[in-house]
């Protein structure tokens, strides 16, 4: 298969793997004594409020921040090695991009491919169809020469994911992946991301958006600053767990779009 | 000013000028500086450097002092500061609680500053009006020589490096999870900005440097959505506004630094007006309720 993950970081038990991991920020601590398994072919949940760590986690797994006690594993190697397998991609929020950025789809995906290309980042034929596929995957095939400004909120993101697929990256992170997409788009990522888990990719979804969680993740990972509880969504899912997580927040936040930011402090 | 342009053919007007070497150096030159200052343009107003930019090129002057002092070429001492005057921003940012902006401010007038002091202290044949305002009617053969290899500097490591500075300017965070090293492509870009400070310095001078390195970018950015022909335009703009710039300084004689700026503005004003999509006065369709 033409977006078939990377070989070297393939049918690893574990797709990411922390190990009493601790960052802090010139003394502030932003995590500590974080420890989880999440197995390759799972779809994961990330909970937490707002500075709760979500974002250093997802930085450390991307090998932004050095961990200043801890391990992490991704496919079981260290995190620049598997940097260097193109192993881990990070799908951003829609305000984190310049959409006034003079750049067509088919670019922003293909820049997918740049870590497997040569310095000068030449496209070669496998490139131009690891690009083609991936667009065609998430639907935006003939929307491939538009400016990444024409599109919609939703496919932007869809965008994103392609370039994620057009990676071959094993482990995806993809932040607030629902919020703001139409129904076309949500259902299409759902699709995808239940292939990527056929496929042994590891995802790692972090949001606030809980109704979501409940409905596709197989594990979640619930975190205040520290992992607070993780495993599988039926029983980490729990009203006590998430009042733990949320700091006093009421349980029937599970049946309605919760809303973390009012809660800070 | 009338008079001199009604009096004289158009033939005369192109021809007469570049009867003269210096003319032609000055035609030369600053289509050239034009030219990289342009290819830089685009991304210092994708990244979002136009203060940063600002900033190097005014604290390029002590450097540019220093190394005449010390009879080394003005790149190397540009190049010192300018990448510099950088560091020293990161540093101050970081180990204190005053916001970015204001210590690029701090900074920047900082050496500026301490240029103009040593200008006047350090007893040299540097021109003070020169530095400050440029002199591309009386630049030397050295001096062409110098700015051809700046520029083939520039040039060169901008072609080779376009895609990672691209995929830098559009989103860092993806360069640096699959292994790009944003910290080198950062340091990268703003050495060539000291370097092209330089160059520009020679053709219209410290003050208005900076626009060379964000008007011609901004112009282009109103006209394309595609990267490339972003710089292709930005790179046209700013060498035939140099060259127009020079032959209206040469023509009624007015200050030539001030009037290839002033030319360069001329056109983004154009761009601002017309540009077919994102100009404010672009035709209103699907306008009829």
Redesign the interface.
Known sequence: MNDAVNDSNQLQPFGIEANELCVDYNGTVALYNASLKLKSGSICGLVGMNGAGKSTFFKALMGFIRPSRGTIRINGLEVSKAQRDQAVAYVPQNEGIDCSFPISVWEVVMMGRYGSMNFLRIPRESDRKAVWHALERVELLEHRNKPIGFLSGGQRKRAFLARAIAQRASVLLLDEPFSGVDVRTEKLMSELFLQFRQEGRTILISTHDLNHVRDFCDLVVLINKTVLAYGKTSEIFTSENLTLTFGGLPPDVLSGPATAEGFIE | MIDTFSSISPLTFLFEPITHEFMRRALMVSALVGGVCGLLSCYMT?KGWALMGDAVSHAVMPGVVVAYALGLPFSIGAFVFGVGSVALIGFVKQKSRIKEDTVIGLVFTGFFALGLVLVSKIKSNIDLMHILFGSPLGISQEDVEHTLIISAVVVAILL?FR??L??Y???A????????NTGVLHYLLLSVLSLSAVAGLQTVGIILVVAMLITPGATA?LL????D??TYLAITSSAISSVVGVYISYWTDIETGGSIVLVQTLIFLVAFLFAPRYGILKPQRNHHI
């Open positions: 994708l080779l895609r990672d691209m995929l300017c559009f989103d965070t993806h360069a640096r999870s699959i292994g790009i950015y394309t959505d595609r990267f022909r972003m």
